[in-house]
């Protein structure tokens, strides 16, 4: 599978953006998708997931509330809609994909990344 993350840019504190995960090359529905971000210094951490054909999701304490993972499997599509952002966000995003239906937090999960897509958020 090959995925291909989109949506960062410059906003600033409490404004919003919606990244995109566009898998390609297989049938999308029958991999769980995870967000990722990984700040300058710091390690990767998981920020949300959702499962093969979205039943569940999963999200870091600090997005709860304030993110909205989802997908739209017409367009092989997982979407992370991040509203309220904080300067705390910012960090490359990237998304994974994994040929199983539960999804996880753990990087390890994963075997396939797409690249990065770069937030930054100002106050």
């Known amino acids: 599978v090959q995925l291909q993350a989109s949506g960062g840019g410059l906003v600033q504190l409490g404004d919003y953006l919606r990244l995109s995960c566009v898998g390609s090359?297989?049938?999308?529905?029958?991999?769980?998708v995870g967000w990722f971000r990984q700040a300058p210094g710091e390690e990767r951490e998981g920020v949300s997931c959702?499962?093969?054909?979205?039943?569940?999701?999963e999200y870091r304490d600090s997005a709860k509330g304030r993110f909205t993972i989802s997908r739209d499997s017409a367009k092989k599509t997982v979407y992370l809609q991040m509203n309220d952002l904080k300067p705390s966000d910012t960090a490359v995003y990237f998304c994974?994909?994994?040929?199983?239906?539960?999804?996880?937090?753990?990087?390890?999960?994963?075997?396939?990344w797409g690249q990065g897509t770069l937030v930054t958020v100002s106050s």
């Open positions: 994974a994909a994994q040929r199983i239906s539960r999804c996880s937090l753990v990087r390890e999960w994963y075997k396939f």
């Open positions: 090359g297989v049938p999308f529905d029958e991999y769980a």
């Open positions: 959702i499962s093969a054909l979205g039943g569940l999701t």
